[in-house]
């Protein structure tokens, strides 16, 4: 009998694994669809940024409520998996708590430590269902939140609480198969919250207690595996990309926008400056970006990152007065179609521009910065904003009337208006006649 | 102030005196051109000109640095701008550079070194702190402003996009007035509605003016001044005042102009 289910326990850890690996393999293969940008410097800062910001949570903060409770359902994750460790060596070796035996009492606290924040998980999602669903918390609605999102967000605030609630029926049935003479199951100490359901259970033969503790065992383990794969589909994929992307995120202040070397290149040749260069100009495919692919990996990496808290949306100048633009929305459109791209190999016509953001939204950004400020995981949906543009206006010259005015006015006058460039000092003489009267 | 020997030294005056000032003043386009920036410009050189700062700017030599036409999405224009730029100023050896503009000012700190300009470059609300911390500038016990509320708008090319968040308050508290903070300040500051070069076109459709939604919010504080360090950010506020019509109790003033004034200066 245990022999079967331990060839049942790693067929199950192969086909999960399998899948998990295709998945991750993926994602990889999406990010990596983006152009190159050198982020391997300033590798201690961007270590602290990682573990201030992802592993501290420091950001979360501004918005305590949420904060704390997310705060326990992290602690929860990532406490509660070490138990899953034990979960795969019996699940392998066959054995039924093969920690209970050498940690003793130690033994008993951990899992007292799992019950409490199994509970504190619970109580967290049932709050998070409720802010979603009843008090319907503004940021969680928008354009961009049609019906899969909203079903994603629920669904895993659901099967977080019936994963914890199987650990719990488990600890359960488990002290009370402690205590009958004819299952012989190892003594673990008393586990305080479960010890809660046992007059649920209590009245059901040694038989029943043994399958409702093995079934909740499998449905925990079988559930995480599961439940570690659809992540890989869902927002809720920022539990893993909150590190990379935190390492990974931009250094230099907030207002520099990057240099275009290309560009760079054509103007000192048209200025003549910076010598003459042997080099033959570079192959540029496209200036800006137009699709998803014209972007670089840390953009893309970014959208998987996501997790559509809308803390950024909600910050929006634009969009808290009525514009289009939602950088939550730039985010999941690029990670659509990366994911398009990555499925159909692109050549289907769409691009990111046009088919999934308009210029009318990319037009009402004022690259303000609050969205980039919001994140907490320092996502930057303002760079893609910032590279479409640059689109628009190198590439189809289709930028609004009045920015062409502004360009012309700049290259004519040397000033973004129509003033002429000998009025520019005249302040000066303003200045003294003013004086004298 | 006895004004007729105030001084407005250019570059080009300086180099031919083969005379290095400490510092230059970049005063940006609306600073130039346009007519409420031009009485900060003025209300800066006039403080410049008390303390004695040697300072000189670039006159008819000074251009547009390109904030707007990058942010628009014009590289090109941008780099043609900068790189044009870079070459005046290395040519007068501009080593420090002061601007009252938030945009100028991360422009030629952030954005020249890629195309090979590098100055120290800092906002006139820097400055000013400097100037106010080696006590070049004292304001008078009771210089007008004690009692009254004053409130500051955070722009957010100096805010947000450079993290200088206390140096204009440290100006204005030197003012001896009461500054009283909005609901969103600082690192969650409000925009005005004119960054990314929103300030040369209109805003897309929507149901509210971005400046109006500011002009609001600081409103709220019952501050008589609304201080603010950015001309993008002047005029999208005086506009929200005008509209709210409250131009006869509710200022909007740059901290330059406070200080000035303060100094009794203008």
């Known amino acids: 009998m245990n022999y079967l289910s331990q060839i049942a326990f790693v067929l199950v850890l192969v086909v999960a694994g399998y899948f998990l690996a295709k998945r991750i393999k993926e994602i990889r293969g999406n990010i990596l669809l983006g152009k190159d940008v050198d982020r391997s410097d300033r590798k201690s800062e961007r270590m602290k940024s990682m573990l201030l910001v992802a592993f501290g949570q420091k950001k979360m903060f501004k918005k305590l409520i949420p904060a704390f409770l997310h705060l326990l359902i992290y602690v929860g994750f990532l406490v509660i998996n070490i138990e899953v460790l034990e979960f795969i060596i019996d699940g392998l070796v066959g054995t039924h708590r093969i920690f209970a035996g050498p940690l003793g009492d130690a033994y008993t606290v951990a899992l007292n430590i799992f019950e409490f924040l199994a509970v504190a998980v619970i109580f967290s999602c049932v709050v998070f269902l409720i802010r979603r669903n009843v008090l319907k918390v503004g940021r969680f609605s928008g354009i961009e939140m049609t019906s899969w999102p909203k079903l994603d967000a629920n669904l895993i605030l659901v099967i977080e609480i019936i994963l914890m609630f199987a650990i719990l029926t488990m600890n359960a049935t488990d002290q009370i198969l402690q205590t009958r003479p004819d299952a012989n199951y190892t003594e673990t100490g008393r586990m305080v919250f479960s010890a809660t359901l046992i007059p649920l259970f209590e009245g059901m033969s040694t038989t029943g207690l043994i399958i409702t503790e093995r079934v909740a065992w499998w449905f925990h383990i079988i559930g995480i595996f599961a439940f570690a794969i659809y992540i890989t589909y869902s927002k809720h994929l920022h539990i893993f990309m909150a590190f990379p992307n935190t390492y990974y995120a931009n250094l230099n202040p907030k207002g520099e926008m990057n240099n275009m070397d290309e560009v760079t290149t054509e103007v000192k040749a048209m200025l003549g400056v910076g010598g003459a260069s042997s080099e033959p100009p570079a192959e540029i495919s496209r200036f800006g970006a137009k699709d998803a692919t014209d972007l670089n990996w840390v953009n893309l990496m970014n959208s998987y990152a996501c997790t559509e808290c809308g803390r950024c949306t909600q910050q929006c100048p634009a969009n808290m007065t009525g514009k289009k633009l939602s950088p939550r929305k730039i985010m999941m459109d690029t990670r659509d179609r990366i994911d398009e791209i990555g499925k159909t190999g692109g050549d289907d016509g769409k691009s990111l521009l046009g088919d999934y953001i308009t210029k009318e939204e990319i037009n009402a950004c004022t690259s303000c910065n609050a969205c980039v400020e919001a994140c907490p995981v320092n996502i930057d949906p303002l760079s893609i904003i910032l590279q479409l543009r640059r689109y628009v206006v190198m590439e189809e010259s289709s930028a609004p009337q009045s920015w062409n005015s502004m360009f012309s006015n700049i290259e004519t006058n040397f000033a973004p208006w129509k003033f002429p460039p000998t009025d520019r000092f005249k302040w000066a003489n303003d200045l003294k006649t003013e004086e004298k009267d | ?266």
């Open chain 2, 1 to 266: 102030m006895n004004t007729e020997n105030i001084q407005v030294p250019t570059m080009a005056e300086m180099a031919s005196k083969g005379e290095q000032p400490e510092v230059l003043f970049w005063v940006g386009c609306a600073g130039s051109f346009d007519d409420r920036y031009k009485k900060v410009t003025k209300a800066f050189v006039k403080i410049l000109n008390k303390v004695g700062v040697k300072f000189a700017v670039l006159g008819e030599e000074e251009t547009c640095t390109g904030d707007p036409a990058r942010r628009a999405g014009n590289e090109f224009l941008f780099q043609m701008q900068a790189m044009s730029n870079i070459q005046v100023l290395d040519g007068y050896g501009v080593k420090r550079i002061v601007t009252a503009c938030p945009h100028c000012f991360n422009t030629l700190k952030n954005e020249y070194p890629a195309l090979g300009g590098n100055y120290e470059v800092v906002h006139h609300s820097q400055f000013l702190q400097e100037l106010i911390d080696e006590g070049k500038v004292r304001v008078k016990e009771g210089g007008g402003f004690k009692g009254r509320k004053i409130t500051f708008h955070d722009s957010c090319f100096l805010g947000r996009a450079n993290n200088v968040y206390e140096a204009p308050r440290k100006v204005l508290e030197s003012l001896d007035a009461e500054l009283v903070e909005m609901k969103r300040c600082k690192t969650k500051g409000l925009c005005c509605g004119a960054g990314g070069a929103q300030m040369f076109k209109d805003a897309e459709p929507g149901n509210k003016e971005i400046n109006i939604e500011r002009t609001e919010e600081a409103l709220d504080t019952g501050a008589s001044v609304i201080a603010s360090g950015c001309p993008f950010c002047m005029t999208m506020l005086s506009d929200g005042i005008k509209n709210k019509e409250k131009e006869s109790s509710v200022e909007v003033k740059d901290i330059a102009e406070l200080i000035a004034e303060a100094e009794d200066l203008v």
